[in-house]
T-cell receptor, first 113, second 113 residues
Framework: QKEVEQNSGPLSVPEGAIASLNCTYSDRGSQSFFWYRQYSGKSPELIMSIYSNGDKEDGRFTAQLNKASQYVSLLIRDSQPSDSATYLCAVNLRGSTLGRLYFGRGTQLTVWP | ETGVTQTPRHLVMGMTNKKSLKCEQHLGHNAMYWYKQSAKKPLELMFVYNFKEQTENNSVPSRFSPECPNSSHLFLHLHTLQPEDSALYLC????????????FGPGTRLTVL
């Protein structure tokens, strides 16, 4: 049973464009949502967390959450080649114990110059 | 040292060996986690410790044995592993509470021959 789903990609965008990464989750009662970036051969790095419906902006990154649609997205504005990585969506599901995150398989993003 | 550290970074072991992975967090957190990341699979939670107490064992085979002597240190003892156990093993830490962000160490790349 898949609980967190992401398009595996690869997603390819030109430098300067907006990259849009999407994630859906199965449990309507989920409360906490996270985006991680993982460069090849490295560990995941937390870039955004979001808990309430709407948008949350941090620099070039915007996370969007719609609990009614069970959908969370990450927008990267002015994409740079250094943004090329795999982006992991993680969700803390309703009823889960401390810190029990479910991860999607990740979307591979390539930003070409 | 800052953040979450893991040693060794790379480990090659035979199926009859016994080895241990070490994790240390310098963030003042009180929850620590072991994850397994295999190719083409989502991150899989293995164990959760909260204030040194194990709160979750995600049906992990007994050939993996965790130890958490205090809130800053976490070990994963390995014995009689199988080749399919080859993966990236990641340690993470967070403050207690289901909403809290988890921060990952660099991981140990394990190869079982």
């Amino acid at each position: 049973q898949k609980e967190v789903e992401q398009n595996s990609g690869p997603l390819s965008v030109p430098e300067g464009a907006i990259a849009s990464l999407n994630c859906t989750y199965s449990d309507r009662g989920s409360q906490s949502f996270f985006w991680y970036r993982q460069y090849s051969g490295k560990s995941p790095e937390l870039i955004m967390s979001i808990y309430s419906n709407g948008d949350k902006e941090d620099g070039r990154f915007t996370a969007q959450l719609n609990k009614a649609s069970q959908y969370v997205s990450l927008l990267i504005r002015d994409s740079q080649p250094s943004d090329s990585a795999t982006y992991l969506c993680a969700v803390n599901l309703r009823g889960s114990t401390l810190g029990r995150l479910y991860f999607g398989r990740g979307t591979q993003l390539t930003v070409w110059p | 040292e800052t953040g979450v550290t893991q040693t060794p970074r790379h480990l090659v072991m035979g199926m009859t060996n016994k080895k241990s992975l070490k994790c240390e967090q310098h963030l003042g957190h009180n929850a620590m986690y072991w994850y397994k990341q295999s190719a083409k699979k989502p991150l899989e939670l293995m164990f959760v410790y909260n204030f040194k107490e194990q709160t979750e064992n995600n049906s992990v085979p007994s050939r993996f044995s965790p130890e958490c002597p205090n809130s800053s240190h976490l070990f994963l003892h390995l014995h009689t592993l199988q080749p399919e156990d080859s993966a990236l093993y990641l340690c993470a830490s967070s403050q207690s509470g289901a909403d809290n962000e988890q921060f990952f160490g660099p991981g140990t790349r394990l190869t079982v021959l």
